[in-house]
Antibody, heavy 117, light 107 residues
Framework: EVQLVESGGGLVQPGGSLRLSCATS????????MSWVRQVPGKGLEWVAN????????YYVDSVTGRFTISRDNAKNSLYLQMNSLRAEDTAVYYC??????????WGQGTLVTVSS | EIVMTQSPATLSVSPGETATLSCRAS??????SAWYQQKPGQAPRLLIS???TRATGIPARFSGTGSGTEFTLTISSLQSEDFAVYYC?????????FGRGTKVEIK
């Protein structure tokens, strides 16, 4: 069974940092691109970042470029998102997703990040 | 970036009837589109990729059509578990983008 389990969300002040983690199992993690997708509660979905199988290519939505860093550890079957200089507009549920040629057949349950003073 | 426009925002349908959801891309995306279902408190679930290919385990009552800029998700004989929010997505151009969703509610 494919499983993706996010952790690391919480309440943080504007300008603060958080590191999200995603532990995966049930599939060959190292052969897939992986992405983070976020959703403001009650709103739509926004792709945030993705990373190539070997970590050699990384892409970000413009609004997080320079503040967020995606990374992975294939030995641990894990995906990460380092979030710095957080803003109120980054408040959302963050999903770890398996990326198959651009569509997302596998999602975690999400972790809520709240940026507020 | 490519804008995905979904219509209608809300669709009221009776169980057993057919629901037709539309999605329009702001420019051609070939067949590089997907549909997701999301229920309250749950993560989205992939239904359709490549405009018309059902994902693993998705019932045949879900079907997708379209190419270029116009896409349709049809849900035949709606079951109680099908009342949810549906999102379309394009992955032809960077960045990948989603529509704002169509809520399918019980009439």
């Amino acid at each position: 069974e494919v499983q993706l389990v996010e952790s690391g969300g919480g309440l943080v002040q504007p300008g603060g940092s958080l590191r999200l983690s995603c532990a995966t199992s049930g599939f060959s993690f190292s052969i897939y691109w992986m992405s983070w997708v976020r959703q403001v509660p009650g709103k739509g979905l926004e792709w945030v970042a993705n990373i190539k199988q070997d970590g050699s290519e990384k892409y970000y939505v413009d609004s997080v470029t320079g503040r967020f860093t995606i990374s992975r550890d294939n030995a641990k079957n894990s995906l990460y998102l380092q979030m710095n200089s957080l803003r109120a507009e980054d408040t959302a549920v963050y999903y770890c997703v398996r990326d198959v040629s651009g569509s997302y057949p596998g999602w975690g349950q999400g972790t809520l990040v709240t940026v507020s003073s | 970036e490519i804008v995905m426009t979904q219509s209608p925002a809300t669709l009221s349908v009776s169980p057993g009837e057919t629901a037709t959801l539309s999605c329009r891309a702001s420019q051609s995306i070939s067949s590089n589109s997907a549909w997701y279902q999301q229920k309250p408190g749950q993560a989205p679930r992939l239904l359709i990729s490549g405009a018309s290919t059902r994902a693993t385990g998705i019932p045949a009552r879900f079907s997708g059509t379209g190419s270029g800029t116009e896409f349709t998700l049809t849900i035949s004989s709606l079951q109680s578990e099908d009342f949810a929010v549906y999102y379309c997505q394009q992955y032809n151009n960077w960045p990948p983008t989603f529509g704002r969703g169509t809520k399918v509610e019980i009439k």
